[in-house]
C-alpha cells in the first residue's frame, strides 16, 4: 500500500464523518486511499472543492516547496495540490518542520470540518 519516505512525517485529511476511533480511522485511510491515490485505472479525481480550500488555506500559511525561495515550507512535494485526489489529500512534511506544521494542519482540519490522520503514527489528529 502507501509507503512514506525516509525522515518524513506523513498526514491524511479527506472529507467525511470522523471514524469513531484510530483503528476505525486506519481502515478508512486504507479504503480511501486504495480508492483515490493508489490506482491504476487511469481515472483522474481532481481535489473537491473542499480539499482545494484546505490547500490553499496551507499555502497561505507556508509557500508550496518549489515557491520556497527561503527553505520555509515543510511540504515534501511540490505542488501540494498534486497530493489530493477527489475527497482525500495525502501529503508528506518535512521530519524537521513536522510538529508545528503538523499540529496547523490537524487544526485547520478540524476548523474545515475535515478528517486528519497521522499516517505516520496510525492516529486521529487532534
Do not use: K
Not at 512514506?4 to 470522523?18: C, F, I, K, N, Q
Not at 493508489?38 to 473537491?48: K, M, R, S
Amino acid at each position: 500500500m502507501w509507503q512514506s519516505p525516509a525522515m518524513t512525517y506523513d498526514l491524511a485529511v479527506w472529507e467525511g464523518v470522523r471514524p469513531s476511533d484510530d483503528a476505525a480511522a486506519g481502515r478508512l485511510f486504507s479504503e480511501l486511499y486504495c480508492r483515490y491515490i493508489d490506482i491504476d485505472t487511469g481515472v483522474d479525481h481532481p481535489p473537491t472543492e473542499r480539499m482545494a480550500a484546505y490547500v490553499a488555506a496551507l499555502l497561505q500559511r507556508w509557500p508550496d516547496m518549489d515557491e520556497d525561495e527561503d527553505d520555509s515550507s515543510p511540504w515534501c512535494s511540490g505542488r501540494l495540490i498534486d497530493e489530493a485526489s477527489g475527497p482525500l489529500i495525502y501529503f508528506a512534511l518535512r521530519w524537521s518542520m513536522a510538529e508545528e506544521a503538523s499540529a496547523y494542519a490537524a487544526q485547520l482540519a478540524a476548523s474545515m470540518g475535515l478528517v486528519c490522520f497521522d499516517v505516520s503514527g496510525d492516529r486521529l489528529r487532534p
